[in-house]
């Protein structure tokens, strides 16, 4: 497959859809795959007529089945630290993004796979996929930040299960657990995840990019400072046009579209 096809980009209706495409490999993760995925991370990120990015994988098997195993057995260790930086850094990059960035579960999420999916603001989950960390089974470790992430979706107790044991979970167990926000028909996963992310960008766009900075940065800070950023925020919120009409418009009992301003 000309290396061009490896992730996949295309926009619709304000979204951008990237998809993970090596279905052969259950969409493994390689070193071209990371670095393709960046790129069209940049491009949703600079273009203006992207809203949200919907990331899912080709196939009905797998969103992706983690780090290339196949590569990690024959990589020298810089060429392996280089490959999680590399993934580190994408990882990042959709945490950061400032746009509405959601996973649309298409099958297993395991390993980096699952880390991606972590990385992302929500996930909608078809009723077959399966996560979870099973790194240790191959002498491997979750290090693109899923020991950082999992423990702040789940909890340190459940992480450290799943991430010491490399069991995986169901949709639904994943679901119990609050990784997974939705666990869909397989022939829904598009609409359904396409259908949260509308509702996402229906509200006031200034406040929902600072609502997921304050969660993201404030999960980093003391509560006290988490707190006092919320509160920065929202000071900074009322300095736009949308929290003026939007306020009018529940004073007088009209309905409101916002402008993002
Ligand atoms: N990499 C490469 N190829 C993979 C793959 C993977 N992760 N997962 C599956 N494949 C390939 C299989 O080799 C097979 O290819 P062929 O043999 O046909 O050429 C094809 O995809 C179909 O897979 P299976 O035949 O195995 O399909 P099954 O239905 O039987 O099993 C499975 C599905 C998902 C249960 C199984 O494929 C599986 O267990 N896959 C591996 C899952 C896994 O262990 N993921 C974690 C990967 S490690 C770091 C260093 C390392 C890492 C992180 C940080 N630092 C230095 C900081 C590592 C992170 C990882 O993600």
């Given at each position: 497959m000309p290396s061009k096809d490896i992730v996949l980009f295309r926009v619709k209706s304000r979204i951008a859809w990237i998809t993970l495409n090596r279905p052969e490999a259950l969409n493994a993760l390689s070193k071209e795959v990371l670095?393709?995925?960046s790129s069209m991370l940049d491009k949703a990120k600079t273009d203006a007529t992207v809203k949200a990015v919907i990331i899912t994988g080709a196939g009905d098997k797998a969103f992706s089945a983690g780090a290339d195993i196949k590569y990690?057995?024959?990589?020298?260790?810089?060429?392996?630290?280089?490959l999680a930086q590399l993934?580190?850094?994408?990882n990042n990059k959709?945490?950061?993004l400032g746009k509405v960035v959601v996973a649309a579960i298409n099958g297993y999420a395991l390993?980096?796979?699952l880390e991606m999916a972590e990385a992302c603001m929500l996930r909608v989950a078809v009723r077959h996929a399966r996560l979870g960390h099973p790194e240790v089974r191959i002498g491997a470790f979750a290090g693109f930040g899923g020991t950082t992430r999992l423990p702040r979706l789940i909890g340190k107790g459940r992480a450290a299960e799943y991430l010491l044991t490399g069991n995986l979970?169901?949709?639904e167990e994943a679901q119990q657990m609050g990784l997974v926000n939705r666990v869909v028909a397989a022939d829904k996963l598009h609409q359904e995840a396409e259908a949260l992310v509308l509702e996402i960008l229906a509200q006031a766009p200034v406040a929902v990019s600072m609502t997921w900075e304050a969660i993201h940065r404030g999960l980093n800070l003391t509560l006290e400072e988490s707190a006092l950023l919320g509160a920065d925020y929202f000071g900074l919120v009322a300095s736009t046009e949308d929290f003026r009409a939007g306020t009018k418009s529940f004073v007088e009992k009209t309905s409101q579209v916002f402008?993002?301003?």
């Open positions: 670095q393709q995925l990690l057995n024959q990589a020298t260790p810089l060429e392996v630290r280089e993934a580190v850094t994408v959709i945490e950061t390993g980096g796979g979970m169901s949709a402008s993002g301003k």
